[in-house]
């Protein structure tokens, strides 16, 4: 499979993940507003999130992909079946350990992540409670990126794709029905969420097992000592905890990022780290879609170019991905910037939730916004370091991006309030990516190819075009008409299908070709 249809899979699945995840963030906005119980809900959430994306998704995957991907290329199969074993058993017996020790130091978590939830007498309580039960979500989305590194390895990125389908699915159940019937019992109905994420953790994890058993990489666990020993013992293993090291001081600099920003939002307006956390949804349509499924399907195959000793092809992979982000990834800048209030008003504006609190998410839309590029440039350059299994570099880089983030924040939150806080994030994520790029130039790892001064040139006009239909389009209709909601939904879609033909045909009109671009 080409690496367009590769991403192209990737990014169907994912979609189809990021409409099921609106319509669950719709949902969850009409029946819960903004509050103070919806703001205990996020933060609960956030937690194991945030520790998924510390240890699973972010240095796990990290450190185990381009292990596993070298260990197939030198070494063949029945060597990889047998690092994957012994993986999975030490990760196994870690995630146990650690889900008791979530469950029990749930009221020092919260405190830590949001103390200003004490500004309501039931927020604090109940963000406690959620934690609890919703911690040991870790340990199924921690098995899930294994099996996802394991079928992603092997080119197989559909199923992969498509659990995070499950876990929306599994809580748009909650919030429609099991809200509603604790409600009817006298609980508090934010309790039912928590229900919905633990289930949506299962199925999730349910849905790999048959794709890992096809393959015949099922992983055999060996719980017991002898089986625990050899685990910890295994030269795969302990390459990928020595890789494991740098790069959990690496994501864990971006988590505290987000841990600082959310006790921040937490003593600003009640509903602030909502306002966020509505905003964040709508950044993962184009942050997912570009950036995670080009990460996700040039990971491995950098990694085997990079084991095979092939620079060229390496050099030539990053080229394909920084052209589609910068494609992509620009005009869906521009329509984040100038398109911000109507795109939150038609998808949020219902229930509770209303136009005070559309304006201020379309605030931390438009802060966000600010970095999309950056955003979505990262998940092409830093998998550049992580298959040269040099993790080193992007961690000194996230350091110092940290302390630049917090001195935004201060320059920035006094005036901007929340949304400076998201603006503090999109400016940070440009001088990441930036620092990568030049990082990989520097070391001459990579070579642009030849055309990119007049493909910029040609990016930059279309999205001058598209810029000003958008503004046009913000300004000439009344989006917060909540009455008027059919008619709502028809002008985003009108809007947005004009945006897409305006854009693709100015840069046909600039001569770019776009077939010959899909096929290299």
């Not at 937490?266 to 942050?287: C, I, K, N, Q």
């Not at 001064?453 to 046009?472: E, N």
Request: charged share 10%.
């Amino acid at each position: 499979m080409s690496l367009f249809k590769s991403a192209s899979v990737v990014s169907l699945w994912t979609l189809a993940s990021r409409v099921t995840g609106l319509a669950r963030e719709l949902l969850i906005a009409a029946t819960f507003g903004a509050s103070a119980l919806t703001d205990a809900f996020n933060v609960a959430f956030r937690i194991p999130n945030l520790l998924r994306r510390l240890f699973a998704e972010g240095a796990f995957s990290q450190a185990f992909v381009p292990v596993l991907a070298a260990t197939r290329t030198q070494q063949g199969d029945a060597a990889t079946r047998a690092l994957i074993d012994h993986v999975a058993t030490v990760l196994v017996a870690a995630l146990l350990v650690t889900s008791l020790l979530g469950v029990l130091a749930a009221p020092l978590l919260v405190w830590a992540m949001a103390a200003g939830l004490r500004q309501t007498p039931q927020g604090f309580e109940v963000a406690v409670v959620l934690t609890r039960w919703m911690f040991p979500y870790i340990g199924f989305m921690s098995l899930v990126a294994l099996s996802a590194g394991i079928l992603n390895t092997w080119r197989r990125y559909a199923v992969p794709a498509a659990t995070p389908v499950l876990l929306n699915v599994a809580m748009i159940a909650a919030a429609a029905w099991g809200a509603p019937w604790l409600g009817q019992r006298g609980v508090e109905p934010i309790y039912a969420l928590a229900g919905g994420v633990m289930l949506g953790g299962v199925l999730q994890l349910g849905l790999q097992i048959p794709a890992l058993a096809r393959l015949g990489v099922l992983p055999r666990l060996r719980l017991r000592p002898a089986g625990l020993r050899a685990g910890w013992q295994h030269p795969g293993t302990r390459r990928i905890l020595a890789l494991m090291a740098p790069a959990l001081l690496g994501v864990g600099v971006a988590q505290v990022s987000l841990l600082i920003n959310t006790q921040i939002a937490s003593h600003l307006t009640p509903g602030s780290v909502s306002w966020l956390t509505y905003a964040d949804r709508l950044m993962e349509f184009p942050t997912a879609l570009l950036g995670v499924a080009l990460g996700v399907v040039l990971l491995p195959q950098l990694a085997a170019a990079q084991a095979s000793g092939d620079g060229a092809r390496y050099s030539e992979l990053l080229d394909w991905g920084l052209r589609w982000v910068v494609l992509l990834a620009v005009p869906s800048a521009v329509g984040l910037l100038t398109l911000a209030e109507p795109l939150v008003a038609v998808l949020y504006h219902y229930g509770a939730f209303g136009v005070a609190d559309v304006r201020q998410t379309a605030m931390a839309l438009m802060g966000y916004g600010a970095g999309l590029l950056g955003l979505v440039a990262i998940k092409v350059l830093a998998p550049g370091y992580y298959a040269r299994q040099d993790i080193r570099t992007p961690v000194r880089i996230a350091i110092v991006v940290l302390v630049c983030t917090q001195a935004f924040n201060a320059l920035l939150v006094p005036h901007l309030a929340h949304a400076g806080l998201a603006l503090a994030i999109g400016l940070g994520a440009l001088l990441n990516a930036g620092w990568l790029l030049w990082g990989l130039r520097r070391r001459g790892a990579y070579t642009p190819q030849p055309g990119w001064r007049r493909f910029a040139l040609q990016v930059g006009v279309a999205a001058a075009l598209l810029a000003a239909y958008l503004l046009w389009a913000q300004q000439a209709l009344d989006w917060l008409d909540a009455a008027r909601r059919l008619a709502r939904i028809g002008w985003l879609v009108a809007v947005l299908a004009g945006a897409a033909l305006l854009y693709f045909g100015a840069l046909a009109a600039l001569g770019l070709p776009l077939r010959r671009f899909v096929r290299k």
